[in-house]
Nanobody
Framework: QVQLVESGGGVVQAGGSLRLSCAAS????????MGWFRQAPGKERESVAV??????????SYADSVRGRFAISRDNAKNTVYLQMNSLKPEDTAVYYC?????????WGQGTQVTVSS
């Protein structure tokens, strides 16, 4: 069993920054992919960023709406994934979820609210 706990959400003005953290515990595997998803009011859940570690390197992917502004990273020693969010916009307002898995995202956190004011 894997447990994921998000933290770092809050209220920030447009143009500001936040860093979200996702701490994983339980029966984790080094081969797990980890990612951040978000769901804004009235919109469908969307993938924000994904990170995957392999023997050959680190692979990252981003949604077009956040590329160049957000950065995903992983600290293997702490079994924690981060999402650095810069140049935040009001449309970034959403509940952000951390997810992890091998072939699919099987484990999810409870989410953390991010609100960007204009």
């Amino acid at each position: 069993q894997v447990q994921l706990v998000e933290s770092g959400g809050g209220v920030v003005q447009a143009g500001g920054s936040l860093r979200l953290s996702c701490a994983a515990s339980g029966r984790t595997f080094s081969t797990y992919s980890m990612g951040w998803f978000r769901q804004a009011p009235g919109k469908e859940r969307e993938s924000v960023a994904v990170i995957k570690w392999s023997g050959s390197g680190i692979y990252r992917s981003y949604a077009d709406s956040v590329r160049g502004r957000f950065a995903i990273s992983r600290d293997n020693a702490k079994n924690t994934v981060y999402l650095q969010m810069n140049s935040l916009k009001p449309e970034d307002t959403a509940v952000y979820y951390c997810a992890a898995g091998a072939s699919s995202f099987d484990y999810w956190g409870q989410g953390t609210q991010v609100t960007v004011s204009s």
